[in-house]
């Protein structure tokens, strides 16, 4: 199975809309994808906070194991 992570510019108003309508659709009986999603506030703070190492730890992190 191939890891994925989701990086990308967001809000908290939206990633708690994800969330409450994910809850709700799993309370009544829908099968609900997971995801894995890593949301900065926006831009600059994505680029501030992925610096080269980080990226590698990530790409690394995601590998399968062989």
């Given at each position: 199975?191939?890891?994925?992570?989701?990086?990308g510019v967001g809000n908290a108003?939206?990633?708690?809309t994800g969330f409450i309508n994910a809850w709700k659709s799993v309370e009544r009986g829908e099968k609900v994808e997971v995801e894995q999603r890593l949301d900065f506030e926006n831009l600059e703070?994505?680029?501030k906070t992925l610096t080269s190492g980080r990226w590698v730890?990530?790409?690394?992190?995601l590998m399968p194991y062989r």
């Open positions: 199975m191939k890891k994925q992570i989701q990086i108003k939206s990633t708690a703070t994505l680029l730890f990530l790409i690394i992190s």
